[in-house]
């Protein structure tokens, strides 16, 4: 029986307008698929288009053509409203300028996760808790951003993107704020969670991101090609 | 929900702060509004609740009775005419008749009433005594003052006031009616007539040439005429003008119309501070509302890729745009009310009140800036919710 399959993405086309000539077409018929327990990297110059394609995977902006599905399920023909809720149950996002909200606690950031969600029971306290020990900032729990240093803001982020336990985990450049020691123990973490059997999708700059990748996928031209 | 909301609020204490503001400003505008109405209201239901009477030609005495003499034998007739239910001889002077009488409206009088008659205007049976007691029948060299005179002299129950070189005890001291009567000196009609021949020359003259057959019940500058339950007022007083000969009669309801057009333009004034209040309050009010939501675009596009629905973020969006009004509006209001009280507290040592913090005005205020807030509010999160996640924390992110 094949893997079942995360995600699935198929024929995608985004174009953007430029303030003159024809649209600059940034996905040309972009075709991914990630199957449960695999860590995807994508690779690919500055302005290639790779944090656009993770947008539209994770349903955070529409492509102008093509399909994307989660399971099953095409999402990406979805409205508003179920989108927000097929992002809720099937995702997890690690943004490189982490956007952790700046009016709330670390311990807050993590179980804004599940507001919208399951809703913030006792049982979502305690394993935002154990998340925030297990990458060692339970000490800072009732810190807010500005307080925190990089590497502690992203291991914050990265605890509200496993919060629910998404399907499938998108990080955007995780390490492009972070020093080495930092980037490294966040992409450890993003290989840990694949081999506890998430899918994620990683686009990077960083040359070990790669390492321990089950694919890796160069944007060229607005196709994913693999590396 | 709460807690969430009071974290919330701490992140806007600017914008509350903002709101609180514009706030103050429609309320400070809009109360010194409400005075000036409850001023020009007071006098309409007075003269709507009598009919009042003076004598025919000109004389020094002051206010709605202005006229001439009014002898004891006009009143007499009055009394006869059908549909009269009870007049009171008055004698209405200026305080102080020097003073230039152009601002007739803040005048201080002196009002003599026949306290053996019970007041005949139906909506002032008795005046409100806030110290001490009203006159009694028999009184002498006694008064009930205003409220704003007794605070410009400092005047309670118990002191003494000198009128015409004669002390005086004062009895009473009324509430604050923010209308005429807070500028009176209540005597009895004697001591009233005692100071007018005291004030007018061409009076003692006229007396003490005895040329002119004048008993003291005939000083009057005026009556308050009542009606009987049933009659028409305006109808009462035209038949005493028709039966009654020598009298200037003031028809209640042309009364009323005269005071109204002669405060029109106060009105109209006051009609256009309160828009311009509520304009410029209010644009700013929304303004400062849907800034605070649009700085937060950032925010929203997180908490939309993290799965809110438009829904979900929408209720969130005015819940906290309504507890931010409400906390910037009841600011505003205890700000408004303490620059109020506090000039009128300087005001007050000469008598006057600025600012009427009417239970309508503060009401109506908050509402309105709830109102206005929710709808800006609204305005910007349907601005906010038609942009993708992306494209929110794009912008919000370059701002």
Known sequence: MPPEPVLHARGLVKRFAAPSGPPIEVLAGAELTVQRGELVVIEGPSGSGKSTLLNVLGLLEDADAGEVRFGERTVSALGRGAKSRERGRWLGFVFQSFLLLPSLTALDNVLLAARYTTGVDAERRRRAMILL??????????????????????????????????????????????????????????????????????????????????????LERGRLQPR | MIRSLRRALRGYVFTIAGIAIGVAGIVALGAMAERIVRFIEGGDRFVLGQISVAGRGMGMGAGFTAGGLLPAAAIEAIRKVPGVAGVQPQVMLPLNPSTSQFMTLTQELVLGMDLSVPSPNRHYRTLPVQKGRFLREGDRHRVVIGASFATSRGLAPGSRLMLEGQAYEVVGVLDRMLTAPDRFVIVAIEDAREQWVAKDRLLRTVLASGGVALRAQ???????????????????????????????????????????????????????????????????????????????????????????????????????????????????????????????GWAGRSGQQLFLFSPRLLGGTLVFSVLLGAAAAAYAALRIVRLSPAEAIRRGSAA
């Open chain 1, 133 to 218: 020990e297990r990458f060692g900032v339970a000490e800072r729990r009732d810190h807010h951003p500005a307080q925190l240093s990089g590497g502690e803001q992203q291991r914050v982020a990265f605890c509200r993107a496993v919060l629910n336990d998404p399907p499938l985990l998108l990080a955007d450049e995780p390490t492009g704020n972070l020093d080495d020691a930092n980037g490294a123990a966040i992409l450890t973490a993003l290989r840990d969670r694949a081999r506890s059997g998430g899918a994620v999708i990683v686009v990077s700059h960083r040359p070990d991101a790669a390492r321990g990748a089950d694919a890796v996928f160069t």
């Open chain 2, 218 to 344: 005939d000083l009057n500058t005026g009556a308050a005429v009542g009606w009987r339950d049933g009659e028409d007022p305006d109808v009462v007083a035209r038949r005493i003008r028709d039966q009654v000969a020598g009298v200037n009669v003031q028809i209640p309801s042309e009364l009323s119309s005269l005071l109204r057009q002669s405060t029109a333009f106060f009105s109209a004034l006051l009609v256009g501070i309160g828009l311009l209040a509520f304009v410029i309050g209010g644009l700013s009010l929304a303004n400062t509302v849907a800034a605070a939501v649009f700085e937060r675009i950032r925010d929203f596009g997180v908490k939309r890729a993290l799965g809110a629905t438009d829904w979900q973020l929408g209720r969130e969006i005015l819940a906290e745009a309504l507890a931010v009004t409400l906390s910037g509006g009841a600011l505003g209001v205890l700000l408004a009310m303490a620059l109020g009280l506090g000039i009128d």
